[in-house]
């Protein structure tokens, strides 16, 4: 495997960094400790300006080389999840109820490796903006920074995203152009009807025989109002009524989310997810309200920012170990609000089998460090293809070892 020798020779380190930031893990515009370490790193590895305070706990580093005026984005994000830990490894997390179960800290290390080595080298023409995000776990951190001034502060032509993937095989990538993950709204459906006594059903207005029918109703919204060939997902996860066995409640409330790609077919399904509670609550004599909560847009790749990607893991992997045909995936990402305001490219790179410790939000969850040199090797060499200097300068494989 056609890895950065420099970056190799960093695994030991990079797998230490990762461990650590594993036992100390930090929720939602929580990442203090990880931020500032994320800085001081930065800072010492030589890059040309730190920025912190961007979405509270956000940093962003500039590295700067040759005279090009051209620049690229590149991301992480650092948070971890309310999720108790039930590894007993020597790293596992030391905070109760807080675990890095979705890879972040993996995420991070990646990116702080690539900054690390082309902060030595800076065989690259124009600026890389090392973007580390707070927040991407459902508080949309993203978001944050890109309301905040992201891209006027610090303008690039396109931005790259990788996340870790359970399912596809060892240090193997995914990219591909257009949807890579869905849209996510939620939603909360009240339901008011009257209180009685659970003996005399007649003298009252049962809510939750009202909300058990719109469950069900609901499932039909998808199955019923979308073409096969599109894809939707409406999923009720909460049903919240009463607390007691002989009381009817006045109230039920439901949760749930929706998950779409094309924006269109996102406004019928509210319009439907309307009208059929409405219609529901009628039938029932109940009172209803809906809310939809708009959550993270659709993950859409750009045609010519995929097949850069693309190349840049095939330069490391090898052709055949990028997976170019993917399926997309119903779960969601707030990297989608960078791609709506800068062309770009997410990827996935293969955490291992899905089981056990590779499932993500799992509490038996562990980066698989292997991935450590593989990610931080493809974060560079893209730099490096993307700002690449003459074909005559330093930046040739001769010159760099035979690295492509």
């Not at 893991?313 to 791609?339: H, I, K, N, W």
Request: aromatic share 6%.
């Amino acid at each position: 495997m056609p890895l950065i020798p420099r970056i190799l020779e960093l695994a030991p380190e990079l797998t230490r960094w990762r461990r650590d930031l594993h036992a100390h893990p930090e929720t939602a515009f929580e990442e203090i400790r990880t931020s500032a370490l994320v800085a001081e790193r930065l800072r010492r590895f030589g890059c040309d300006a730190v920025h912190t305070g961007l979405a509270k706990t956000g940093v962003v580093g500039l590295l700067k080389a040759g005279s090009s005026p051209r620049s690229i984005g590149l991301r992480a994000d650092m948070d971890a999840l309310v999720l108790a830990e039930a590894n007993s490894f020597a790293h596992r997390s030391r905070h109760p109820e807080r675990m890095h179960a979705c890879g972040h800290d993996g995420h991070t290390t990646m990116l702080l490796g690539a900054a690390r080595y082309l902060a030595e080298t800076r065989r690259f023409d124009g600026t890389v903006v090392f973007i580390f995000q707070p927040a991407e776990e459902n508080e949309g951190g993203a978001r944050v920074m890109v309301e905040e001034g992201l891209f006027a502060r610090f303008p690039v032509e396109a931005v790259y995203g990788l996340h870790n993937w359970p399912g596809l095989a060892t240090g193997r990538f995914a990219v591909m152009a257009g949807p890579m993950m869905a849209g996510c709204d939620r939603l909360e459906i009240t339901l008011r009807g009257q209180g009685c006594h659970a003996a005399m059903p007649d003298e009252g207005v049962d809510p939750i025989v009202a909300g058990a029918a719109l469950v069900q109703a609901l499932q039909t919204i998808v199955s019923r109002n979308v073409a096969p060939s599109q894809a939707a997902v409406l999923s009720v996860t909460q049903f919240h009524a009463g607390d007691t066995w002989n009381v009817i409640p006045a109230e039920v409330v439901l949760r749930g989310s929706l998950r779409y790609f094309d924006p269109a077919l996102r406004l019928r399904l509210h319009q439907r997810i309307r009208a059929v509670a409405a219609g529901v609550a009628a039938a029932h004599g109940t009172d209803v309200a809906v809310d939809l909560i708009a959550g993270y847009p659709p993950t859409i790749n750009g045609p010519e920012q995929a097949a850069t990607a693309a190349a840049a893991m095939a330069a490391v992997v090898g052709d055949d170990q990028v997976d170019r045909e993917l399926p997309p995936t119903m779960g969601a990402e707030d990297f989608a609000f960078m791609l709506q305001q800068r062309p770009g490219a997410y990827g996935w790179i293969g955490n291992g089998p899905g089981a056990g410790g590779c499932l993500l939000h799992n509490p038996r969850y562990d980066f698989n460090d292997r991935l450590l040199p593989i990610g931080a090797s493809y974060w560079a060499t893209l730099v490096e293809r993307v700002l690449a200097r003459t074909p005559a300068g330093p930046c040739t494989p001769a010159a760099r070892g035979g690295h492509p």
